[in-house]
């Protein structure tokens, strides 16, 4: 573990570096305890660099030296100084280019951070994003040197006849001693955090893609033997991303094979390595039996995101770590947008708005705020943050709604011509807007740079004699840390005037601001709009398709929104008119409770979720959208202070009461209706039919204590979709039960062998609402098959317990941020990246109530003085506390 020098790095002081490594040579001899990795570098002094003779410090984490050699002649001691993290030859060569041999020994098979080069099971693969590859060679480690690699794998036949790196294969051959070589080459220059190898006893499943100008591509998938099966879902959204990448973006692909392997112990989802995309298995495998639609819904956008980066992220890289959003927000809006051509636009796009809302939301109101592309940081692995992904795609998003679909197309071409093969920053992006456009983005530009969600207010009245509707809307932007004082954004609202027949209705002129295409694009503080011709009251559906990712508040009549939430002919503002009905209802029924009042049940808001599930009109997986009320979290983020989880939950769970007691038969009728199905099928109108079922099958389960229904479709279940969703009802609606016991031991013993599986039922446990879950959350993590080294099974169970079960964890006595704590201590000692990401649930902290609050600052106290924190987590609490 790297030792904390509270090294800030900052924007401002990059500088390109004074040498370059054109090309790199590696050589793997893999050994679980001593693996030999020979890097020759040629290295060049790059154009317009200082002096001769300046110093060259290469990068290292951890790593132990066993030779150097420049031009094969080894160095002198008195030339060079070399730490576990550094390696400074004083006066390189005075010749402009020379080949540096570094000599490295690795244990792979101790390699807990997964970070570097590592084992998991039996299998040797790497991660070196963001900056792994030190732990492997000392390397000048930033994405800005680019160079060609060629790679030549040495290993053990027997246990390793799988070799994989980068690029085009190359030659192979038996070495002595029961060993075999293969040598990969990729002719593409990259950075070192792209560089990839695999070697292990795989089995492969093969296919085939023609690029469209005529390139045969090979296309593999390397799982554990036995789970072949598993592959086709993510064979299919492969061949699909690369034609849809085609279609819509003009991309092909550029090696003759793609590979992508999965692997069981991963830190992240994914790893976008040049020609060789490295999996958590949970994003790769599925089938009808083991992975339920959501699992098959994220293989998709995962499978495609991954793939979408050889452009966005391959081809053009970034210059620093600062401009991560302009690979990750970029590729994230473009998986959004596969994704929604795939599927339903409308379902998807307000799945993509609960998630925004759900964690960038909170991430942007609290101390670990950060702009898009952040100006400073500690540890570059707490900066993959929702703002830089989510919020970074929902920007480039607002480009497209700001130029026009057309000009963004063509924006996207120029900035691929212009930057293939380089290391590009975010002005270069936007700069390739402008050009195409020839708008000026300046202002627009601060979306990258201020953080913080902007409020807007809006409020509009209705002149029946003049035909008028004025117009008032407000922004700001609330301070966040570092920075205080905000300008004005550039804010794109797409809107509708919603007529009383539920048609938008059209306006004979505007002022007050510029009204384009469906949008208002605000710049100033406040605006009047004024818009003339309107010859009867209209409603006003704002932020259409949440087109920019701030808070809206409209000041309008409850039966206004009763109306759009019914009528809007927009999806999308319909959902939101129900959803803002939703949270009102339930923040004030909270704030009831709390007081020791009476929960609010209004009549016709249940009256409308009746119609909405009725309504045959709308797709099934609109409805089950719909029906899944605002969670405890969305509501605990809205009420923005004072936090009560268990009044939070009270609120909800009657609620749900309500509308199941009102429309019981009804939804008894109507989950009988979608239980109807042909064979298994994957595809979202059939996930869409399973999804609404499910969600009814928890508001009849909320009904009443008999858990036999639920337990009937448990054991009646033909796929883990519906199989996962009843455990879930049982759990959450029948603790305790027998049925629930049963059915979860049932769980158990069925799936003990199969550990994506076991995720699943630690994770339905970990998420049961109410204070004694804690109780056996304790008791799971005690359980023989939990373990805090596989970065799924802890998320599993205390990443769902710290982020998807607000009473358990925000437990009023602090017990559960004390196993919180002791969880995360121990492992911060393996997997430092994972602890940090993991203690982000606590950023919230300062929106509790009063007793709340205070217990989770001792929590984070404790954490802050523990002996030994790694940069990473202590990064993480210290923000956090600020
Ligand atoms: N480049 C990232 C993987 C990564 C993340 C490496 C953090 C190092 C540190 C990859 O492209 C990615 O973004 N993966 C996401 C999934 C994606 C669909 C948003 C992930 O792993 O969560
Ligand atoms: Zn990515």
């Given at each position: 573990m790297r030792s904390d020098t509270g090294q800030v790095f900052k924007l401002e002081d990059y500088r390109p570096c004074d040498y370059l490594i054109p090309e790199t040579d590696l050589t793997f001899r893999l050994d679980p305890d001593r693996t030999i990795v020979v890097a020759q570098l040629s290295i060049e002094r790059r154009d317009g660099a200082r002096a001769a003779k300046t110093p060259l410090v290469l990068d290292g984490d951890g790593l132990e030296l066993v030779s150097l050699e420049i031009d094969g002649a080894p160095v002198s001691g008195d030339d060079y100084t070399v730490s576990p993290d550094r390696l400074s030859l004083h006066a390189p060569p005075a010749a402009r280019s020379f080949t540096l041999t570094v000599t490295t020994r690795l244990a792979p098979a101790g390699n807990e951070a997964l970070m570097g080069l590592y084992r998991s099971n039996g299998v040797y693969c790497t991660q070196c994003e963001a900056e792994g590859f030190r732990r492997i060679t000392y390397f000048l480690d930033r994405p800005d040197i680019l160079s060609v690699y060629t790679v030549r794998i040495e290993a053990d036949r027997g246990s390793a006849p799988l070799l994989l790196s980068n690029g085009n294969p190359g030659e192979t051959g038996p070495l002595p001693d029961g060993r075999h070589f293969a040598v990969w080459h990729d002719p593409f220059p990259k950075p070192s955090y792209l560089f990839a190898l695999v070697a292990g006893d795989l089995a492969v499943v093969k296919d085939r893609f023609v690029t469209r100008s005529g390139r045969p591509v090979e296309l593999g998938i390397y799982v554990e033997h036995g789970k072949q099966g598993r592959t086709a879902y993510a064979m299919d959204a492969l061949k699909r991303s690369m034609i849809w990448d085609e279609t819509v973006f003009g991309r092909e692909y550029d090696l003759d094979v793609f590979n992508i392997v999965a692997v069981s112990d991963f830190n992240m989802g994914a790893m976008e390595n040049k020609g060789l995309n490295i999996f958590n298995d949970k994003y790769?495998?599925?089938?009808?039996?083991?992975?339920?639609?959501?699992?098959?819904?994220?293989?998709?956008?995962?499978?495609?995101?991954?793939?979408?980066?050889?452009?966005?992220?391959?081809?053009?890289?970034?210059?620093?770590?600062?401009?991560?959003?302009?690979?990750?927000?970029?590729?994230?809006?473009?998986?959004?947008?596969?994704?929604?051509?795939?599927?339903?636009?409308?379902?998807?796009?307000?799945?993509?708005?609960?998630?925004?809302?759900?964690?960038?939301?909170?991430?942007?109101?609290?101390?670990?705020?950060?702009?898009?592309?952040?100006?400073?940081?500690?540890?570059?692995?707490?900066?993959?943050?929702?703002?830089?992904?989510?919020?970074?795609?929902?920007?480039?998003?607002?480009?497209?709604?700001?130029v026009g679909a057309?000009?963004?197309?063509?924006?996207?071409?120029?900035?691929?011509?212009?930057?293939?093969?380089?290391?590009?920053?975010?002005?270069?992006?936007?700069?390739?807007?402008?050009?195409?456009?020839?708008?000026?983005?300046?202002?627009?530009?601060?979306?990258?740079?201020?953080?913080?969600?902007?409020?807007?207010?809006?409020?509009?009245?209705?002149?029946?004699?003049?035909?008028?509707?004025?117009?008032?809307?407000?922004?700001?932007?609330?301070?966040?840390?570092?920075?205080?004082?905000?300008?004005?954004?550039?804010?794109?609202?797409?809107?509708?005037?919603?007529?009383?027949?539920?048609?938008d209705m059209g306006w004979d002129h505007v002022e007050g601001a510029t009204v384009k295409d469906g949008v208002i694009h605000l710049r100033k503080r406040k605006h009047r709009l004024r818009f003339g011709g309107i010859a009867k009251r209209p409603r006003l559906s704002l932020n259409r398709g949440f087109s920019a990712p701030v808070t809206l508040s409209v000041e309008e009549k409850r039966a206004d929104r009763l109306f759009l939430a019914r009528h809007d002919g927009d999806l999308y503002g319909r959902w939101q008119a129900l959803n803002t009905l939703l949270v009102d209802t339930l923040i004030r029924s909270a704030r009831h409770i709390r007081g020791g009042r009476d929960a609010v049940l209004p009549e016709d808001l249940v009256a409308l979720c009746g119609d909405i599930a009725a309504d045959d009109a709308l797709e099934p997986a609109y409805r089950a959208l719909a029906l899944t009320l605002p969670s405890e979290a969305d509501i605990a983020r809205e009420m923005g202070s004072n936090i009560d989880p268990d009044a939070i939950l009270a609120a909800r769970t009657l609620l749900v009461q309500a509308i199941a007691h009102a429309h019981g038969a009804d939804f008894e009728a109507l989950h009988a209706e979608m239980s109807q199905a042909g064979p298994f099928s994957p595809d979202a109108e059939s996930a869409g039919r399973r999804a609404l079922k499910n969600v009814l099958l928890d508001y009849l389960a909320a009904r009443g204590a008999d858990a036999a229904p639920a337990a009937q479709h448990y054991a009646g279940a033909?796929?883990?979709?519906?199989?996962?969703?009843?455990?879930?009802?049982?759990?959450?609606?029948?603790?305790?039960?027998?049925?629930?016991?049963?059915?979860?031991?049932?769980?158990?013993?069925?799936?003990?062998?199969?550990p994506l599986v076991l995720d699943k039922w630690f994770q339905i446990q970990a998420a049961a609402p109410g204070p004694e879950t804690l109780e056996a959350v304790r008791a799971l993590a005690a359980h023989p098959a939990f373990s805090v080294a596989n970065p799924n099974r802890l998320r599993a169970l205390v990443g769902t317990f710290s982020s998807a079960n607000q009473t358990g964890f925000h437990r009023a006595d602090g017990e559960g941020y004390r196993f919180f704590g002791d969880i995360i201590l121990a492992v911060d000692r393996k997997n430092p990246q994972v602890a940090a990401r993991l203690a982000t649930a606590l950023r919230s902290w300062r929106s509790l109530e009063p007793e709340r609050k205070a217990v989770a600052r001792e929590a984070l106290l404790r954490l802050a003085s523990a002996d030994g924190l790694s940069v990473d987590l202590r990064d993480i609490v210290e923000r956090t506390l600020a």
């Open positions: 790769v495998l599925a089938d009808e039996d083991t992975a339920t639609d959501a699992d098959f819904a994220n293989i998709e956008a995962i499978i495609a995101h991954e793939y979408f980066h050889n452009w966005t992220g391959n081809r053009i890289t970034c210059r620093d770590w600062f401009q991560l959003c302009l690979k990750e927000g970029l590729t994230v809006y473009r998986d959004h947008e596969f994704s929604a051509d795939q599927r339903s636009r409308a379902v998807k796009r307000i799945a993509e708005v609960r998630l925004l809302k759900g964690h960038q939301f909170p991430e942007d109101q609290g101390p670990l705020a950060h702009p898009v592309r952040p100006r400073r940081y500690r540890e570059i692995n707490n900066f993959y943050t929702a703002t830089v992904y989510e919020k970074g795609s929902e920007v480039v998003r607002m480009i497209r709604t700001v057309e000009t963004f197309r063509q924006g996207m071409d120029l900035y691929f011509e212009r930057h293939d093969g380089e290391a590009a920053t975010v002005e270069d992006f936007v700069r390739a807007f402008e050009d195409v456009s020839g708008q000026d983005l300046s202002q627009f530009f601060l979306w990258y740079q201020q953080a913080g969600t902007p409020n807007v207010t809006a409020k509009a009245s209705y002149s029946a004699a003049d035909k008028e509707l004025v117009l008032e809307i407000e922004q700001s932007v609330p301070p966040t840390p570092g920075e205080s004082r905000k300008r004005l954004m550039h804010i794109p609202l797409a809107f509708g005037l919603v007529g009383p027949d539920g048609a033909t796929n883990m979709t519906d199989r996962a969703a009843a455990l879930a009802v049982l759990v959450n609606r029948h603790a305790g039960s027998a049925e629930t016991m049963q059915a979860l031991a049932d769980f158990e013993r069925s799936y003990r062998d199969d």
